[in-house]
């Protein structure tokens, strides 16, 4: 079975320019998170989604981020603008229900410049 | 707010050492708590968890205890392998904070031949 894929795995931009991350489920998965990883941290949660709709998006700056889940499978996380401060690793994780494991996807790590 | 302590690494061990990482969490309320791990280049794996105090969760001789009276849920295994190596991360859940994990900052395990 297939696990959750994120692409791309690595990306590096000058700040100021838009970026998009993009991250297919394990299929079935009604439950979809977006977490940041800073350097040296654990992950924190951006947002989570309940099929289509996002049930948590407090922890998401909400003047450049934002994210869709259209048809309620895969998902895409934008940045626009991005600034320094946002490289990181971006994470994406599903679940079953939201009770449930969640499994991780390998990452993109964003590099500001 | 929930907040999860772990020991700073790196931890460095000889080949059969037994491990212990010291976890603590701060919760209201009676969470679930994980230990996930990641391997180089990999993505996160949840590797054992418990979900009411006093529970043992196991998993590939990784053990970890929920202890409500010490908020602790310390992470051993008898004797590590160089296949052990990695980041180790202690996380929480609430069901009454919509399962959202917290992550401590995770700790880094070299296990050497």
């Known amino acids: 079975e297939a696990g959750v894929v994120q692409s791309p795995r690595y990306k590096i931009i000058e700040k100021k320019q838009p970026v998009a991350f993009w991250c297919n489920p394990i299929s079935g998965h009604n439950t979809l998170y977006w977490y940041r990883q800073n350097l040296g941290q654990g992950p924190e949660l951006l947002i989570r989604y309940e099929n289509e709709e996002a049930v948590d998006d407090s922890q998401l700056p909400k003047d450049r981020f934002s994210a869709e889940r259209l048809k309620g499978v895969d998902s895409t996380l934008k940045i626009q603008p991005a600034e320094l401060g946002d490289s990181a690793v971006y994470l994406c994780?599903?679940?079953?229900?939201?009770?449930?494991?969640?499994?991780f996807g390998q990452g993109t790590r964003l590099t500001v410049v | 707010g929930d907040s999860v302590t772990q020991m700073e690494g790196p931890v460095t061990l000889s080949e059969e050492a037994f491990l212990t990482i010291n976890c603590t969490y701060t919760?209201?309320?009676?969470?679930?708590l994980f230990w996930y791990v990641q391997y180089p280049g990999e993505g996160l794996q949840l590797l054992l968890k418990a979900t009411k105090a006093d529970d043992k969760g196991s998993n590939k001789g990784f053990e970890a205890t929920y202890r409500k009276e010490t908020t602790s849920f310390h992470l051993e295994k008898g004797s590590v392998q160089v296949s052990d190596s990695a980041v180790y991360f202690c996380?929480?859940?609430?069901?009454?904070?919509?399962?959202?994990?917290?992550f401590g900052s995770g700790t880094r395990l070299l296990v050497r031949p």
């Open positions: 919760a209201t309320g009676y969470p679930s």
């Open positions: 996380a929480l859940s609430r069901m009454d904070s919509s399962y959202k994990l917290i």
């Open positions: 994780a599903s679940s079953n229900t939201a009770n449930t494991e969640a499994f």
